[in-house]
């Protein structure tokens, strides 16, 4: 079993930045890949970004391509998603999942464990 917990959500103004963070508790994290996904009200959940075991390989959605970074700390069992000029079309709630493999995707379906997510807003 394994547990995550979000953290760093908040309402920002658009252009501004947010941290989240994704704590890791109950596997070796770092034998495994970790991703984001957000979900909007009255839309799907979707991809924002995934990361491998190793940090070395990482995958961006196309729509935050170049202002979101994502990445990891094996020391402290956690995965962050840097969020820089935020527009009011990323508000959704966002959830870090971990899959059981060394590689990471961008299909929600291969994610094995969810965070209960956290709250981003951008307002306009």
């Known amino acids: 079993q394994v547990q995550l917990v979000e953290s760093g959500g908040g309402l920002v103004q658009a252009g501004g930045s947010l941290r989240l963070s994704c704590a890791a508790s109950g596997r070796t994290f770092s034998n495994y890949a970790m991703g984001w996904f957000r979900q909007a009200p009255g839309k799907e959940r979707e991809f924002v970004a995934s990361i491998s075991w190793s940090g070395r390989v990482t995958y961006y959605a196309d729509s935050i391509k170049g202002r979101f970074t994502i990445s990891r700390d094996n020391a402290k069992n956690t995965v962050y998603l840097q969020m820089n000029s935020l527009k009011p079309e990323d508000t959704a709630v966002y959830s870090c999942?971990?899959?059981?493999?060394?590689?990471?995707?961008?299909?929600?379906?291969?994610?094995?464990?969810w965070g209960q997510g956290t709250q981003v807003t951008v307002s306009s």
């Open positions: 999942a971990f899959r059981s493999s060394f590689s990471n995707s961008r299909n929600q379906y291969d994610y094995d464990y």
